[in-house]
């Protein structure tokens, strides 16, 4: 009766032990996306582009060319591209730079996007003030709408010995439909961060 017993306590500390680890492997996934993003963001690991709140201003002559890139993920029928196909900017001058979103459902679409910087290496280098990206977008059926992103190159990057050869980089985004939209947040699509859309120099 004993040895039954100590076998029963046995099998259910087992038995707990396996649930508990099956809702940490569990716990875990669901962190690893956002500290993954943490991580990139902190880094600039992948290409990630760096959040600052202003630019230090133009610190050196040294310029670099800005070329934007635009794509749509599977399933949104938006039409996305670039303002413009590239600036040139010199290090610390703040830039700025317009996408063009359209919607031409007859529905409301709710969008998000991501984005990275090539070449990677140079992620860590290129920062953003303000940028749509930042929240999600909601455009109306038949809305098109100009949205911003102002940026800098990091002064940093004049003291980065592999960097030295870098004279272009390439802004990236892929906009994904977000889902669950609600037809009460048609039109509410902006510039973002109040960009208001201006020449880019």
Known sequence: MDKQASLGRRNKLVGTAGALLAVAMIGASFASVPLYRLFCQVTGYGGTPQIALAAPGVVDERAFTIVFDANIGTGLPWDFHPAQRQVTVRTGEEGLAFYVAHN????????QAAFNVTPLTAGKY???VQCFCFEEQVLAPGQ????GVSFFVDPAILKDRNMVD????????TFYEVPGQQAGLAGAATAAGGVTPAPVR
């Open 144 to 147: 098109t709408v100009d949205m």
């Open 126 to 128: 290129f920062s953003k």
């Open 166 to 173: 870098v004279k272009m980089i390439t802004l990236s985004y």
């Open 104 to 111: 031409p459902t007859d529905r409301a679409i709710k969008g």
